[in-house]
T-cell receptor, first 115, second 113 residues
């Protein structure tokens, strides 16, 4: 079946512009995660959605970052007034959501470059 | 205390050899330890995972060894193959209401033919 898809695959923007990154989770998965992978670094947790519960936003690095999940499916990560340090690969993952510790399936990521 | 420290940063192994990657953690509330494998241009994929009630888990050529008292766990790849060349990440989570993973910094493995 289809895996997690993300769009765009690559995004180049100018400092100060806003960007939106999209994630389509695996159908039927109620849990959705966003992570950030900077060059040569591990993955850094950003935000977690589970069903209709309030999202866990504890990993968002600043108030320029926000995310929403519409209809319990598609999610959008928005970065306002982008900075060069925002350049990274943004990865989305989804899981069934039946238990908290279960396999997370990752998308291919969006490579963001802020000039 | 939320960190997971991974070593080495890079590793070169001959085909047929054993690849060993180590991770250490501080947070004793961690109770789920997965390893992810990532190929260039792809997202990470779960390779194998362990919970602290066992000291070892083996799946094919991949084995996790877990030392609860030392707060360390490691990935062993037996009979390493060129197709195993990838970046490997250890991770940990505490469960509860969120399954967020805390990742190590990653190890780039190159298996030479």
């Amino acid at each position: 079946g289809a895996g997690v898809s993300q769009s765009p695959s690559n995004k180049v923007t100018e400092k100060g512009k806003d960007v939106e990154l999209r994630c389509d989770p695996i159908s039927g998965h109620t849990a959705l995660y966003w992570y950030r992978q900077s060059l040569g670094q591990g993955l850094e947790f950003l935000i977690y959605f589970q069903g209709n519960s309030a999202p866990d936003k504890s990993g968002l690095p600043s108030d320029r970052f926000s995310a929403e999940r519409t209809g319990g499916s598609v999610s959008t990560l928005t970065i306002q007034r982008t900075q060069q340090e925002d350049s990274a690969v943004y990865l989305c993952a989804s899981s069934l959501g039946t238990v908290s510790q279960e396999t997370q399936y990752f998308g291919p990521g969006t490579r963001l470059l802020v000039l | 205390q939320q960190q997971v420290k991974q070593s080495p940063q890079s590793l070169i192994v001959q085909k047929g050899g054993i690849s060993i990657i180590n991770c250490a953690y501080e947070n004793t509330a961690f109770d789920y330890f997965p390893w992810y494998q990532q190929f260039p241009g792809k997202g990470p994929a779960l390779l194998i995972a362990i919970r602290p009630d066992v000291s070892e888990k083996k799946e094919g050529r991949f084995t996790i060894s877990f030392n609860k008292s030392a707060k360390q766990f490691s990935l062993h790849i037996m009979d390493s193959q060129p197709g195993d060349s990838a970046t490997y990440f250890c991770a940990a989570s505490t469960g509860g209401n969120t399954g967020k993973l805390i990742f190590g910094q990653g190890t780039t493995l190159q298996v030479k033919p």
